[in-house]
Structures are given as C-alpha cells and as structure tokens.
C-alpha cells in the first residue's frame, strides 16, 4: 500500500521533505504541512511524551509503532509508524513511513467481533442442551455472555405480576453482580419507570444506553 514518507528535523520537529500522500492522508495541503509539528497531528502522545519518545529514538537508532494521528478535520486515523535515525553533519533527522491502516484496523475488528458472537452462541448452545432447570440456563447464558461475549455484566430480570409492577432480578453474571443482584424500584415509579429497563419492558423493544453514568 502507498505509505506516508516524511524526514523529520530533530531540533524543530518540523518536516523538511515529504511526499504528496503524507500531506494528503491527513488533509493538509503541502504548505500547511511544512508548518506543522508532530504534536499538531500526534493525536496519543502529548508533547512531552513525543519529546521522550524520539530521545528514546534517537538512543536506538530506530523504531516501529502505532499511534494515532488527527486529520485537519479532526478524524482520528490508525497509523503504522517505522521510524530511522538519519545523521548528517551538524544536523539531526528522522526518515519516517507513515501507513495509514485504519480500514485493516476496522476490517480486523469486525473480524474479532463476528467470531466472538459466533462463540458466544456456540457456547449458549451447549448450555442450552446440558441446563436440567431455567434458572440454571439463565444462570449459564448471563455466564457466557460475560466469558464469550467480553460483556462486563449481565443479568436477566422478570417483570412481576404485582401491585407494585416491580422488575425482579433473575440471573445475573460479571463484575458488577451486587448491583443487578437487588430488587429494581417498580415499574410504576415516576423517575424509575422512565429508564431503559421500564421503557423495554413496556414497548417491548430494545433500548441502547451508551452512558450508563449519566442515563442509569
């Protein structure tokens, strides 16, 4: 693939040659990119950091990395870094390759996380024909969502038939079990019945949190 080639000056931390694709990648022009210092793109490491890191570079002669760097429109891209030490008299550089693998990265994600459905569905396969009881399917199902699946916690709740119209924790599996593990307030409740769980219970259709912190 077409990789980003940059020779970056040691002292300013300016680049002093670069290829059309490196100014490219990133959405800069030729002339906004000779103005730039790494720390105007690096999007992981803060000054200080890079400023260690190529003093670590500069001991070693050369490195290969991943990082991440900010287009001019502030997109985050997945960058394959290799890095070499250039020594010219009186003067300091590094030649660098900059390979942009966002795409591999998201392609390789997708990968991980189609397989990892695909066991967590095998593995509740297996429960299911093994379980002698619903509580120990469920107990089974919440277990390997949260070893298969990578999910930090699980639990299963009923809505119950009661004046209260209360939501009773069933099964529960992961590292926050002592919170689903307690009588949830009722369904009836102003505040309570309008989160996740009162409004899926009601619609009968999923519902997506994405912060729990600030929308329990």
């Not at 720390?39 to 050369?62: C, F, N, T, W």
Request: proline share 4%.
């Amino acid at each position: 693939a077409p990789v980003g080639v940059v020779i970056i000056d040691l002292d300013t931390g300016l680049a002093v040659e670069f290829n059309d694709l490196a100014h490219n990648q990133l959405g800069y022009s030729r002339e906004e990119f000779g103005r730039l210092n790494v720390s105007d793109y690096e999007a992981v490491e803060r000054p200080e950091e890079i400023k260690a890191h190529m003093d670590r570079i500069l001991r070693q002669g050369k490195e290969t990395f991943e990082t991440q760097h900010r287009t001019k429109s502030g997109e985050l891209r997945n960058m394959h870094i290799m890095m070499r030490l250039l020594n010219s008299p009186g003067q300091r550089y590094l030649y660098c390759i900059y390979q942009d693998v966002t795409e591999q990265r998201k392609s390789a994600v997708a990968l991980e996380r189609s397989n990892r459905a695909l066991r967590t569905i095998s593995a509740g396969n297996e429960e299911l024909v093994r379980a002698t009881s619903e509580s120990e399917l469920l107990d089974a199902i919440c277990r390997v969502i949260v070893e298969k699946g990578g999910y930090r916690t699980v639990g299963v709740c009923y809505a119950q038939d009661n004046l209260e119209r209360s939501v009773k924790p069933i099964a529960w599996a992961g590292t926050e079990e002592c919170c689903i593990a307690e009588e949830i307030q009722p369904l009836a409740d102003a505040d309570y019945g309008q989160t996740p769980i009162s409004r899926t219970i009601r619609s009968g259709k999923p519902e997506v949190v994405r912060a729990i912190l600030s929308h329990p």
